[in-house]
């Protein structure tokens, strides 16, 4: 989806998120984040898939005329390889299975599916409604379309198996954007909000949610010019988490601690 300006959440949307209406039996965990490292990231890259394989680092880019598929370097955020998806359309979130990486477009309702060793296009797909984000929990895609909704695909025959909604205190929660698949949970970007919340895959229900707010303020921030958080990367090798967003010159590496009562 299109830039937004100013890039930080206004504390009445936060608010929306981790005030919003009445109880629930299980409250949902509210999360601090610790810094770890920082690392370089292009911050001429409009964000909106990440993910990591083998020590790699992958990211898809938006824009018309400038959406791109890459695989970065981690150090120097600078990319090793990368391809341009067609200029008439918007990139958006991207995810590997099987050796294929499976990226989304935002409004022209077509995928792309690259062989992960060369990015040749091998194929591409077409779907209802818009592209948001994308991962996979080792046997479906997931994909997000900036509604409550998530869908989920045959990765063989990208025919849509299933949907889940994802509600927040029992009321639906809209503008669910960039995903990963984390330990048997879905981690999600809500779209311009500096929050990203751990859903249950099986009910839909958000169990946790990571406050990024002073991310930028404290680290990164160029006023005008760095836009929203967007993008979450799990590494399970290394058991690290990673997160950047769209047009940011650092890609963090982060700790989850769970806020302190007050």
Do not use: C
């Not at 909106?48 to 790699?56: K, P």
């Not at 895609?141 to 045959?154: A, V, Y």
């Not at 984390?182 to 751990?198: L, M, P, Q, S, Y």
């Not at 160029?222 to 058991?239: E, K, Q, W």
């Amino acid at each position: 989806m299109a830039r937004i300006v100013p890039l930080l959440l206004a504390a009445a949307a936060f608010a929306a998120i981790t005030n919003a209406n009445a109880a629930q039996t299980d409250e949902p965990v509210a999360y601090d984040a610790k810094v770890v490292r920082a690392f370089p990231h292009d911050p001429g890259a409009f964000t909106q898939g990440l993910f990591f394989d083998g020590g790699v680092l992958y990211e898809t880019t938006g824009q018309y005329g400038a959406s791109r598929l890459r695989k970065v370097a981690l150090e120097t955020g600078a990319p090793e390889r990368e391809t341009a998806l067609p200029a008439r359309v918007f990139g958006e979130g991207s995810t590997l299975l099987n050796g294929r990486i499976y990226v989304l477009t935002w409004r022209a309702g077509e995928g792309y599916i690259y062989d992960q060793e060369s990015f040749a296009l091998k194929d591409r797909f077409a779907y209802d409604g818009e592209g948001w984000g994308l991962t996979h929990d080792g046997e479906r895609l997931i994909m997000s379309d900036g509604t409550s909704r998530l869908r989920f695909l045959d990765p063989d025959t990208l025919q849509e198996t299933g949907r889940l909604d994802v509600t927040f205190r029992g009321k639906r929660l809209t503008q669910i954007n960039e995903l990963e698949w984390i330990k048997g949970e879905i981690f999600a970007n809500v779209w311009r909000t500096d929050a990203i919340v751990r859903i249950d895959p099986q009910s839909g229900a958000v169990t946790g949610v990571i406050d990024l707010r002073n991310l930028l303020q404290q680290h990164a921030i160029t006023t005008g010019d760095t836009d929203v958080l967007n993008g979450i990367a799990y590494d399970p090798d290394t058991d690290r988490l990673f997160v950047t967003g769209k047009f940011w010159p650092k890609l963090f590496e982060i700790e989850l601690l769970p806020k302190e009562t007050e």
